[in-house]
């Protein structure tokens, strides 16, 4: 069989390539043996406290999301709430940012928002994610220890995120603020290839059309506000973990651990982020010089908390919004054109 042939079958498994190689590399790194044993650390009772930091943390992105809408629509924090459970469930089963756009999905069909303006709503909270978590990241690098050869990967994951989000940063605030940003983009645009360039008309059409969301005003202070409360609070979960397996870290460690698996979402992996989730708390308690023996324990606890209160409670509000399988395969599929 040529290379040819394999590309489009390797790429469509890729996530589930790399989740299986970074799944082997954890055993080579730990080891059964000691991942078997880091479970006999477990404090059963702090693992009842993941599902309050859990609730607190849909609590705040619930409300966070309606803010963000506010300017085009109005969206209840408890219908916010539904759907961004149900997107949350779509991730849960199926390939990488499906769970986006079921969320544009049901913002169409239940507010009649245009599927390009509701998944671009998302992006730009996705942006601003990305905003709290460096500075999440950069406070915990400067108030912890890493260990001896780490200091440049710090550095490193740091500059290279930042450059990320304050590219797209500039780009939206260019679109936004500047006359005339939007018409130079469009007719670069209009230059390149017909396919190619379609689409990136098709992409600067649907940003421009997503900042109405944005208005620079006290109201999106609040978002952005709310935004790095929604993440500390998610924090917490990983300094929970600590206390559950008895790790020997504070608060800022936990809050690094919790940046880097959260950094790790970037790269293509399974369904539930499974194997890249596990490879980046294992290399985190490397760079933070943590016995490793409660890592992947510690790593698959919290991961099945998650997926198991966004799934119990996505199917709950899909039910509540009148929903069935259906509309998990139509996300898929769309997830898949796009």
Do not use: C
């Not at 671009?120 to 500075?135: G, H, K, N, Q, T």
């Not at 605030?173 to 008309?201: E, H, R, Y």
């Not at 919004?321 to 998990?328: C, K, V």
Request: aromatic fraction near 8%; charge should be positive.
């Amino acid at each position: 069989m040529k290379f040819a042939s394999l590309f489009p079958l390797l790429k469509r498994h890729l996530g589930l390539i790399v989740s299986l190689a970074l799944l082997a590399w954890v055993l080579h790194i730990v080891g059964l043996e000691a991942i078997v044993a880091g479970f006999k650390s477990l404090s059963p009772g702090w693992s009842a406290a993941l599902l309050g930091v859990y609730a607190l943390g849909l609590g705040l992105r619930a409300v966070r999301w309606s803010r963000l809408l506010q300017p085009v629509l109005s969206v209840p924090v408890v219908a916010s709430a539904h759907i961004i459970l149900v997107g949350n469930l779509a991730n849960n089963i199926l390939p990488a940012k499906a769970g986006d756009v079921a969320r544009a999905l049901l913002l169409k069909r239940l507010r009649g928002v245009a599927l390009s303006a509701g998944i671009m709503s998302v992006l730009i909270e996705r942006i601003f994610d990305v905003l709290a978590l460096l500075l999440i990241f950069l406070l915990a690098v400067l108030s912890v220890r890493v260990a001896p050869g780490y200091q440049g990967v710090a550095l490193s994951i740091l500059l290279t995120a930042s450059a990320v989000f304050l590219g797209a940063l500039a780009v939206l605030l260019a679109i936004k603020t500047v006359p005339g940003v939007t018409g130079l983009l469009l007719s670069l645009a209009g230059k390149l290839p017909a396919g190619p360039g379609a689409k990136l008309t098709g992409l600067i059409g649907s940003l421009r059309d997503s900042l109405a969301f944005v208005r620079l005003d006290a109201g999106f202070a609040w978002f952005t506000g709310l935004g790095l409360a929604v993440w500390l609070a998610e924090g917490l979960a990983f300094w929970v973990g600590f206390k559950a397996f008895q790790v020997p870290g504070g608060v800022m460690e936990a809050l690094l651990v919790f940046a880097l698996v959260n950094f790790s979402a970037l790269l293509p992996a399974a369904p539930g982020n499974i194997g890249v989730y596990q490879a980046s708390v294992v290399f985190a308690f490397t760079m933070l010089g943590l016995p490793l023996e409660p890592a992947v324990p510690m790593s698959l606890v919290l991961q099945l908390a998650q997926m198991l209160f966004n799934s119990a409670l996505g199917v709950l509000s899909m039910r509540a919004l009148g929903l069935d399988g259906s509309f998990l395969r139509l996300a898929g599929a769309e997830r898949r054109e796009r």
